[in-house]
Structures are given as C-alpha cells and as structure tokens.
C-alpha cells in the first residue's frame, strides 16, 4: 500500500483479520481459495510496510528481498491466483469453460513476468507518500491485456453477484490508479485491490444471491449447430 509504514502495517492486520474471518465462513474446499483472498492482500500490505522503513538506505539487502517479494504478489500472483480462485467457486458449465480461458491467460502472463523479474532487476523508490516500482516490462500491450483478463475481467464470469462487483471495483480501481497514480500504478492499484477484501467479504455474507446461470444467446446459438 501507498502513503506510509504505519498505513501498511494498519491496513495489512485488518486484512488479515478480515481473511481469519472469510476462511472460518468457508463451506468446502472450492470457497477456500477465493475466501483466502483478503490474508493474501494483508501479507502483500505488511511486505510493503516492512519496505518502507528500508528507505531511504537504511538496508539495501533487505530492500531489494522486499521488492521482490511484493512483485511476486503483484506481477506473478494475482492474474494466475484471482480467475482460479473464482473458477473454484463455479458450479455453471458454461462459466467454469470461460474461466478456464482466463486462468490459462492469467498464468500465462504471471510466467511472463516473473521470467522478467528473474532477468531483469525491479528497483522500488519511495517519494511523494508513494513507492514507485520500476517495471517497465508490465506496462507492455498484451501483457496489460492478459493481466487485467485475468484479475479484473474472470470474476464478471462468475454466476455469483459479489464476485462480480470484486471484478467492478477492481475495474474502477486499475483505471483510477492508472488515471491519478500511473507513476506509482502498482502500489496504488494494490491499495485499491486491497480494499476490494470488503466485495470478498461480503460474498461470504450473502453468498446464495447468484446471477441467472443460463449462457449467453451467442453460446445458445453456438449449441444450436
């Protein structure tokens, strides 16, 4: 997260708490991975909180550890874990073929950055109350493409209500962080992520409302033949 140590450490303990809570509401073994969601954005806010009070030269080892830890959250983690996660809540055929397509794009795209992670040196810098990854590699056409398939567009193909706000916010969110933030895009678009745990929350608390589970008429068509 963006602005601070102490708004990090803050906002990763409430989302911690917050995922304890949505793993103890989780039915079956298909709802853990989406109810694990929040736990996973409070490990990535208490990475960055540790990263910046490595700033300004306070420990360089240790700074370049907690960038890559945080990137492999942001790049590598999110387009591959988001559409498996929300395939493994999808009982409905047609969907679980649709999801299927995204996590196969999301995994495609977390390889792809992490080989450049690996290869290539990510440096983070702090200034302004944000921390700017330097990763120019993201920032590429069909990598952005593939990556926002996979975080932003799988959960609109879920049959379940609040899954697909999670997929709204985390629309709105990439384009306002890109809009006000772009420099420090990464950062700021996980805050936003972050505060989408309260959509994942939510699904747990009103989990039976579901959208109409029948295809679209472009697959009724397709089937017709």
Same mark, same amino acid.
């Given at each position: 997260?963006?602005?601070?140590?102490?708004?990090?450490?803050?906002?990763?303990?409430?989302? +911690?708490?917050?995922?304890?809570?949505? !793993?103890?509401?989780?039915?079956?073994?298909?709802?853990?991975? *989406?109810?694990?969601?929040p736990i996973l954005f409070g490990?990535?806010?208490?990475?960055? @909180?540790?990263? #910046?009070?490595?700033?300004?030269?306070?420990?360089?080892?240790?700074?370049?550890?907690?960038?890559? &830890?945080?990137?492999? /959250? =942001?790049?590598? &983690?999110?387009?591959? *874990? %988001?559409?498996?996660?929300?395939?493994?809540?999808?009982?409905?055929?047609?969907?679980?073929?649709? +999801?299927?397509?995204?996590?196969? @794009?999301?995994?495609?795209?977390?390889?792809y950055l992490l080989y450049f992670?690996?290869? &290539?040196?990510?440096?983070?810098?702090?200034?302004?109350?944000?921390?700017?990854?330097?990763?120019?590699? /993201?920032?590429?056409?069909? %990598? !952005?493409?593939?990556?926002?398939?996979?975080?932003?567009?799988?959960?609109?193909? =879920?049959?379940?209500? #609040?899954?697909?706000?999670?997929?709204? @916010?985390?629309?709105?969110?990439?384009?306002?962080? @890109?809009?006000? *933030?772009?420099?420090?895009?990464?950062?700021? #678009?996980?805050?936003?992520?972050?505060? !989408?745990?309260?959509?994942? &929350?939510? /699904? /747990? +608390?009103?989990?039976?409302?579901?959208?109409s589970p029948s295809p679209p008429?472009?697959? =009724?068509?397709?089937?017709?033949?």
């Amino acid at each position: 997260m963006c602005f601070s140590a102490t708004a990090s450490f803050a906002a990763g303990t409430v989302l +911690l708490a917050t995922g304890a809570f949505t !793993m103890r509401m989780a039915r079956n073994s298909g709802e853990r991975p *989406y109810a694990l969601i929040p736990i996973l954005f409070g490990v990535q806010q208490l990475i960055e @909180g540790a990263l #910046w009070l490595t700033f300004p030269d306070k420990a360089p080892v240790l700074k370049t550890v907690l960038t890559y &830890l945080y990137s492999i /959250f =942001s790049h590598v &983690l999110w387009p591959i *874990y %988001v559409p498996v996660a929300v395939y493994m809540l999808e009982r409905v055929a047609w969907r679980r073929k649709a +999801l299927m397509a995204t996590a196969i @794009g999301g995994t495609l795209v977390g390889l792809y950055l992490l080989y450049f992670l690996i290869r &290539l040196p990510i440096v983070a810098t702090a200034g302004d109350g944000h921390i700017d990854y330097e990763s120019p590699h /993201f920032y590429v056409g069909i %990598v !952005m493409t593939l990556y926002v398939l996979g975080t932003c567009v799988s959960p609109l193909l =879920s049959s379940h209500r #609040w899954v697909n706000w999670f997929g709204v @916010g985390a629309i709105v969110s990439f384009l306002a962080a @890109g809009a006000f *933030y772009l420099t420090w895009f990464i950062s700021v #678009w996980c805050f936003f992520a972050a505060a !989408m745990s309260v959509i994942v &929350l939510m /699904f /747990f +608390l009103r989990r039976d409302t579901a959208v109409s589970p029948s295809p679209p008429q472009w697959a =009724s068509r397709c089937a017709s033949f």
